[in-house]
């Protein structure tokens, strides 16, 4: 994790918490996913127009991983219509890295040091802490489905952030393996949308067209800067350090949307920025 690496995947969850919070402002998530799943196709079309064909041996990869992006799109939006999305995003994005240090051991050999294993355990527990602890403070009951698919959906997250690792190391170009990436997985979701909301869609989308494709941009262009740093560290500290975003996204939600910050997220950014230091780790 060399400083590049690092700026770059800060940088990338900055964006991806920027463009939760523009889906977050459309109350329609299936519009707000058209959006921002077909214009990231249109990017992804443009792209690879400028950009070399990923390997042969990238393909096998990019066929799975997008399949896996529509199950975790599907699974989040449902996580999102059953619980609070303060609380259900950072279990989702909090579980995934633990996951993911564990499969990248398995199936791509990579192992972690003392220092950084513990690093991606601190900076997950706090992510997933704040979002029980959130539970508690508001005194409501655990709602047990919304659990269930915010877990489910931290799977998906380590699913695919082990098979785009591979698949962008074997791909020979991160640019060409983004572009096609997003064209596989980016058409199913406003297909969908069509079918189901037929002439309604339109007139449903042109409200929020400004903010669903600028979400559109700043998403390809986190998801483009993650796959690089894929391929220049190991995959468990970038998907831990990425899950930053969470802390980032509560910092705009305390700015822009006027929510309480509070003593959970408080907890939470310190043992993250404890986390990212145990991950810096050489030995």
């Not at 998530?29 to 077909?38: M, N, P, Q, V, Y």
């Not at 930053?244 to 305390?254: E, L």
Request: positive net charge; charged residues 10%.
């Amino acid at each position: 994790m060399t400083p590049l690496v690092v700026a770059a995947v800060v940088l990338a969850a900055v964006a991806h918490a920027g463009w939760n919070a523009a889906a977050h402002t459309i109350r329609d998530r299936l519009t707000a996913f058209t959006l921002i799943s077909g214009g990231g196709a249109v990017l992804g079309a443009v792209l690879a127009c400028f950009t070399p064909l990923p390997e042969a041996g990238a393909w096998p990869y990019l066929i799975v991983s997008a399949l896996i992006h529509i199950g975790y799109q599907w699974l989040l939006m449902k996580s999102f219509s059953l619980g609070d999305f303060g609380q259900m995003y950072p279990i989702a994005r909090g579980t995934a890295p633990l996951v993911v240090t564990a499969a990248a051991a398995l199936f791509l050999g990579e192992t972690l040091n003392g220092p950084q294993l513990a690093g991606v355990i601190i900076g997950s527990a706090g992510l997933v802490g704040v979002a029980l602890w959130g539970i508690r403070d508001t005194g409501s009951r655990p709602r047990w489905p919304a659990l269930a698919a915010a877990l489910a959906t931290g799977l998906l997250i380590a699913a695919y952030t082990v098979v785009d690792g591979a698949g962008v190391r074997a791909s020979g170009s991160s640019l060409g393996c983004l572009a096609w990436l997003l064209v596989l997985q980016g058409g199913l979701v406003p297909l969908y949308a069509l079918v189901r909301l037929r002439g309604e869609l339109l007139p449903r989308m042109r409200p929020y067209a400004a903010r669903g494709l600028l979400g559109a941009a700043v998403s390809t262009a986190a998801y483009g800067l993650v796959l690089w740093a894929q391929t220049r560290a190991p995959l468990a500290p970038v998907a831990a350090l990425r899950e930053s975003s969470i802390i980032v996204g509560a910092a705009i939600g305390a700015l822009l949307f006027k929510e309480r910050f509070g003593t959970p997220r408080i907890v939470a950014a310190a043992l993250m920025v404890v986390g990212i230091g145990l991950m810096l780790r050489e030995g």
